[in-house]
């Protein structure tokens, strides 16, 4: 095997091991690193939690007494450039150096104002051999949601909706009829535990009356639910005001709602301003509280809101086998599915936006 798919097959092993921390490390980066010396893996790691060991600092302590001679002359790979400030643990570049690690291979730069290349400078002034750039597209794409925290201010945005093949997404006249699966309401499940916070508008609250909550796979956390409520005029008997021991927050406008005095567990009322104006504030409310991810789920207007400001990142299109005589029209996404693939019964289609191609 050449040195270049040596490489790319290690730095996978890495992508695998990030993953692993989805939904618990934010707002820091999901990041895998593997130690190898003579062609074996010595130690492996993953950053776990927010605040605890990062991955390059997990894979070391992982090498057993045994193989620690060998750490001088391994090869550190990692999904992500290491760390060189102190934040809550000491800078990973400085424990590279320490334990004498002589090459690191990365797949891309932390954008991160504070870093954005500069480990990969020092670690080469200090006679380190540092090869950046491998598999470097999917490693920024699992580095974007702290890259648009870190560098645009403001959360990942990840727009997700159902839709039937013949593009509508409720039937008309508006009632709750499932569209996907089972299986793929499952998986949304899952989609939610990944996120720090998730958003649905006042109809679709009215409407469907979804708990808005991780239910499905034990272990995972909720999301922070935030409900577009602008007059107040949601029925508190609805479930996403159930659940105390998820913080929810009810987002509204006028100036002449008055949010009930009884306050429950957890539930916040945040006034914003009107319109687009009114998610910009939200925004930059979840990135003052480190809420570092976004999964908006509807409804359509909503969707459409964040489509014409521009802001999001990803939209992840599930297409079931239900069908309408008459509908309400599905989104249009203004960019091509960047991957697509069958989940049972129905269909996901995965979009990027454009800026990832730049």
Request: proline content about 9%; charged content about 25%.
């Amino acid at each position: 095997m050449d040195e270049l798919h040596l490489h790319e097959r290690y730095m996978r092993r890495c992508f695998d091991l990030a993953r692993l921390g989805g939904g618990k490390v934010s707002p820091n980066p999901m990041v895998g690193a593997v130690l190898v010396g003579q062609d074996r893996i010595l130690g492996e790691g993953y950053h776990r939690q927010y605040g605890e060991a990062h991955a390059e600092v997990q894979a070391v302590a992982a090498v057993p007494p045994s193989l620690r001679p060998l750490i001088p002359r391994s090869t550190l790979y990692i999904s992500l450039e290491p760390c060189c400030v102190y934040g809550r643990t000491p800078p990973c570049t400085q424990m590279i150096l320490r334990e004498g690690i002589p090459r690191v291979v990365i797949s891309t730069l932390d954008t991160s104002p504070e870093v954005n290349g500069k480990s990969v400078a020092l670690l080469r002034e200090q006679g380190v051999e540092v090869i950046s750039g491998i598999l470097e597209r999917e490693g920024r794409e699992l580095f974007a949601p702290r890259d648009r925290f870190a560098r645009l201010q403001r959360p990942y945005i990840t727009l997700k909706f159902a839709r039937t093949e013949e593009g509508f997404l409720a039937p008309l006249p508006l009632a709750r009829q499932p569209i996907s699966s089972a299986a793929a309401q499952r998986l949304v499940h899952r989609w939610r535990g990944e996120h720090d916070s998730i958003l649905i508008g006042y109809r679709t609250a009215l409407t469907d009356d979804p708990l808005l909550t991780n239910r499905f796979f034990p272990g995972g956390r909720s999301p922070l639910r935030i409900v577009l409520d602008p007059e107040l005029q949601l029925p508190a008997k609805l479930r996403v005001f159930q659940a105390d021991d998820v913080p929810t927050w009810i987002v509204y406008e006028s100036a002449t709602a008055k949010p009930p005095e009884e306050k429950r567990p957890g539930l916040v009322y945040f006034r914003s301003a009107p319109g687009m104006q009114g998610v910009l504030d939200l925004l930059g409310e979840l990135r003052n509280q480190k809420v570092s991810s976004l999964l908006v789920e509807g409804g359509a207007a909503v969707i459409r809101r964040f489509l014409e400001a521009d802001l999001w990142d990803e939209a992840r299109v599930l297409v079931g086998s239900a069908h309408f005589a008459r509908g309400l029209p599905a989104p249009a996404i203004p960019s091509h599915p960047a991957a697509e693939y069958a989940f049972g019964a129905d269909r996901i289609l995965r979009y990027r936006h454009p800026a990832f191609e730049r």
